[in-house]
């Protein structure tokens, strides 16, 4: 196999493709556009179409809207950890650990120490896993991209390398 993922290429690749030619994400399942509106806009937009998982339009734009409000609560919650001396890097490799089970899925894996998204998801973990481990990865290079500490930020980037390639070990 090639060299391995990177969390920090892909959202490169993705931001340089919706410049030059955003033509090219229509493909994409959830449509990278859909992980910054709020459930109201993607509803709005007809997204739920090129989500292709199951369940009612408005369900689906909830609980993707659910999962990245709660992925940006645990993204803050390790900046304010790890700035109050309190291990944010610990935090994110324990949300890692319980995001990156060992198919098969019996539930739907989720840190442990955070509340489920509501409303429920729609359809199998089998299915849904994978695609909220690369929300969450692309979620958690963003911050790695943003934060001028190179501690935290290699942090959030490994998390997220490490989301992305389970991603695809589950898809």
């Given at each position: ?14 931001r ?13 399942d ?7 509106l ?8 007809g997204?739920?179409g ?26 803050e ?10 291990g ?69 980037g ?14």
């Amino acid at each position: 196999m090639g060299s391995p993922i990177s969390a920090a290429h892909t959202a490169q690749i993705l931001r340089y493709l919706a410049r030059t030619h955003p033509e090219a994400l229509d493909g994409l399942d959830p449509h990278p556009p859909a992980l910054a509106l709020t459930a109201s806009q993607v509803s709005a937009l007809g997204v739920d179409g090129n989500l292709r998982m199951g369940g009612a339009p408005q369900q689906q734009a909830e609980f993707w809207g659910a999962v990245r409000r709660t992925v940006g609560q645990v993204a803050e919650a390790a900046v304010v950890a790890e700035q109050t001396g309190r291990g944010g890097r610990d935090l994110l490799k324990s949300v890692v650990d319980d995001m990156c089970p060992t198919p098969p899925y019996r539930e739907f894996p989720w840190p442990k120490r955070w509340p489920v998204p509501v409303p429920p998801n729609p359809i199998g973990p089998e299915f849904v896993t994978p695609a909220v481990q690369v929300v969450t990865g692309l979620m958690f290079q963003a911050y790695a991209d943003r934060i001028a500490d190179k501690s935290l930020s290699g942090a959030f980037g490994e998390a997220a390398d490490k989301l992305l390639a389970a991603s695809l070990r589950n898809a």
